[in-house]
Nanobody, 122 residues
Framework: QVQLVESGGGLVQAGGSLKLSCAAS????????MAWFRQGPGKEREFVAR????????WYADSVKDRFTISRDNAKSTLYLQMSGLKPEDTAVYYC???????????????WGQGTQVTVSS
């Protein structure tokens, strides 16, 4: 059974930091490209960052570049998102996703976690 479980969300003040984790089980991790998406209140789900299956290559949305860092530990089947310099507009439910294609579109990913809430207060 494929399962992705996010953790690490919470309430933080603007300028603060959080680190999200996504634990994978089943066949959703090794050999898969991984990504983080987010969905703010009243907004569509949007791409945040993605990482190659080796972890060597990463890509970021312009809105989070230089503030967020995506990484993965293949030995632990865990994906991470280190977020710093958080802004109120980063408030959203954050989802991890896995897929076989290198993409930023929601439809390209096969497996999704349930999401973790990140709230940034001003």
């Amino acid at each position: 059974q494929v399962q992705l479980v996010e953790s690490g969300g919470g309430l933080v003040q603007a300028g603060g930091s959080l680190k999200l984790s996504c634990a994978a089980s089943g066949r959703a991790f090794v050999g898969y490209r991984m990504a983080w998406f987010r969905q703010g209140p009243g907004k569509e789900r949007e791409f945040v960052a993605r990482i190659s299956y080796t972890g060597v290559s990463t890509w970021y949305a312009d809105s989070v570049k230089d503030r967020f860092t995506i990484s993965r530990d293949n030995a632990k089947s865990t994906l991470y998102l280190q977020m710093s310099g958080l802004k109120p507009e980063d408030t959203a439910v954050y989802y991890c996703a896995s897929g076989l294609r290198p993409a930023t579109e929601v439809a390209a990913y096969d497996y999704w976690g349930q999401g973790t809430q990140v709230t940034v207060s001003s």
